[in-house]
């Protein structure tokens, strides 16, 4: 136990953590700590510019503590925000998006509004579970920071049947799985079959169950956990597919690149402001569609203002792409994956729209098409790093006039928006909405207008 002091708590960061300042200046991060709350902590670590502390006792707690709902909070690390009203949590996201703006991109944001999720619970409609050999055989969520299991009994932020899947499996699969000798993933030596079961759902109730395995040529191994696997469909009432991904490697990644339907169709269908959108087990989709579906049709209303022909970059399975088209004359949309872009053109024909083109690779090897398809707006939605500098030139170079941008990280869209602003652009708009309650984390949406022209 370090020394033992009192702080009042500043601010809360973009990891969840309570900012304070210690008597020697130097700032703590303390986890569970909210703004302007007293807190007696004891100090545990002391680096060159910082310090970290545990808390001991809320002396003074702020009006916006709440009691957390899940009996796990704090232990598997996936909320951070729980112990904070909701009204703190919209608080919290939209000043991390504006001090981002200020701090790194320079810009000034008079207002910042963050549309609250119409869901705060049962929105989530993925969950990657990893399974270990640990004790005879776990599943659940790793504790925070570590790679040791949590074996969980539920988790209130999942949609209530993508849950209730997990609750089977662990219930009703992993006894029989561990009586027939199945064996689970070691981590440490790399051993074992079984390393993960993902599980998705949609708003209707249909579920995909994904297992992740090391080798799909153990026919044995596969045998078992194949039949084993089949119980879940004697529990389920509705639309359920199940699907093999093999993942051979070491390390953090959860799966691999070979996938295989075991039985089902082994696809996922959501409904995104009247349009059926289609995806595999391992493709990328907005985890909250309920909220998903009000940024998309917000982008789309910002660019209708415009019109014309759209070039979309980070295009994936084209949730976005089919309500661009109802906006736009035209819409050429880039994506790098190759299942992906096949899974976003079979999504446009469904839907009947025949204004959009598809081309696959990567959003820096297309500059040279995205310039001479001469578009009227660009509408980017990069991973957390952003978009490479390639492509911010190539934004410029092009004959677009507004740029609509969809950022899941703040920082990088701070520094994309810097360069823009630099280059001759200026921002529009600036709305940040609530994809992911009862966590830190926050999507983005800006627009930007050009200014000048190099």
Not at 118 to 139: C, D, H, L, T
Request: hydrophobic share 35%; charged share 25%.
């Amino acid at each position: 136990m370090g020394k033992e002091i009192t702080l009042t708590v500043r601010d809360v960061n973009s990891r969840g953590q309570g900012v304070a300042v210690g008597e020697d200046g130097k700032v703590v991060f303390l986890d569970g700590g909210l703004p302007s709350e007293v807190v007696r902590v004891s100090l545990e670590t002391d680096k060159k510019n910082y310090s970290t502390a545990k808390i001991l006792d809320i002396e003074v707690p702020s009006e916006h503590r709440i009691t957390p709902r899940c009996p796990w909070y704090g232990l598997c690390g996936g909320c951070q925000l729980q112990h904070g009203s909701y009204d703190l949590q919209l608080e919290i996201k939209a000043k991390s998006v504006r001090d981002a703006m200020e701090r790194i991109g320079r810009m000034r944001v008079d207002r910042l509004v963050c549309h609250p999720s119409p869901m705060q619970w049962g929105y989530r409609n993925k969950a990657s579970f990893p399974v270990r050999s640990e004790n005879g055989g776990e599943i659940g969520f790793f504790r925070s920071g570590s790679h040791k299991l949590a074996p969980i009994d539920g988790c209130p932020v999942l949609m209530p049947h993508v849950e209730k899947l997990y609750v089977d499996f662990r219930d009703t699969v992993m006894p029989e799985l561990k009586r027939n000798g199945v064996p689970f993933y070691d981590e440490r030596r790399h051993k074992g079959l079984l390393r993960h079961m993902v599980f998705r759902g949609n708003r209707e109730g249909s579920l995909l169950a994904l297992a992740v395995v090391t080798s799909l040529r153990d026919c044995r191994g596969k045998e078992l956990l194949e039949r084993s696997l089949a119980r879940l469909k004697e529990t389920t009432q509705t639309s359920f597919s199940g699907v093999w991904n093999e993942n051979s490697s070491r390390g953090n990644r959860i799966l691999g690149e070979r996938s295989s339907t075991i039985w089902g169709d082994g696809v996922i269908t959501e409904k995104i402001s009247n349009y059926d959108l289609s995806y595999d087990g391992t493709a990328f989709f907005q985890v909250n569609p309920f909220q998903a579906e009000r940024l998309f049709l917000r982008a789309s209303s910002i660019v209708a203002e415009r019109g014309g022909a759209v070039v979309e970059l980070y295009a994936g399975v084209g949730a976005l792409t089919v309500i661009l088209a109802k906006a736009a004359k035209t819409v050429l949309a880039v994506e790098e994956w190759a299942p992906a872009i096949e899974r976003l053109l079979e999504n446009v024909s469904r839907n009947g729209l025949d204004n959009v083109k598809g081309i696959c690779n990567r959003a820096e090897d297309t500059v040279r098409t995205m310039v001479e398809a001469k578009p009227d707006v660009i509408v980017v939605d990069p991973p957390r790093g952003g978009c490479a500098s390639e492509v911010l030139d190539a934004v410029t170079e092009s004959s677009a006039d507004m740029l609509v941008y969809v950022s899941c990280n703040p920082s990088t869209l701070a520094r994309d928006g810097a360069k823009l602003v630099s280059d001759g652009w200026e921002l529009a708009t600036l709305e940040c909405f609530d994809l992911f309650p009862q966590t830190v984390h926050v999507e983005t949406l800006a627009s930007f207008k050009r200014t000048a022209r190099g």
